[in-house]
């Protein structure tokens, strides 16, 4: 009887935390990765003349 209960406890955890690790995974994916835009040219000229 005891056994019974511990392993479904057990199994109930395992599978608590699959599905939390499988929702984890799922937002990662679903993040909008976005890359800075290219400094203007003028920007650069600016800063090598301040140098």
Avoid: Q, R, W
Wanted: charged share 25%; with cysteine; aromatic share 8%.
């Amino acid at each position: 009887m005891t056994f019974t209960i511990i392993m479904i406890v057990c199994i109930s955890i395992v599978l608590g935390i699959a599905a939390l690790f499988g929702m984890a995974v799922h937002k990662g994916y679903e993040y909008n990765h976005t890359v800075d835009p290219l400094p203007d040219e003028d920007h650069i000229k600016k800063e090598k003349a301040d140098d």
